[in-house]
């Protein structure tokens, strides 16, 4: 077998785990997103104002932190 097949069949599956680990990676950040949406939506207006957000500015201020005004 050539060199030239074995560096093929190891680039393959190099790629193939990377784009696996970016998916994986990706689903996890969607999930803890999705989590931390849920935890400020259940805190009431008081305590969402007390960290210095209203209930509309919670998934802008998950994507881009507290300092967006």
Do not use: P, W
Request: hydrophobic residues 40%; proline residues 0%.
């Amino acid at each position: 077998m050539s060199s030239y097949v074995l560096f093929t069949r190891t680039d393959r599956r190099s790629r193939f785990f990377r784009l696996v680990i970016s998916l994986a990676t990706k689903l996890s950040r969607t999930m803890e997103r999705h989590r931390a949406v849920a935890a400020l939506s259940q805190m009431s207006d008081h305590q969402l104002r007390d960290i210095g957000i209203t209930r509309g500015e919670i998934e802008h201020a998950i994507d881009h932190g507290r300092d967006f005004r």
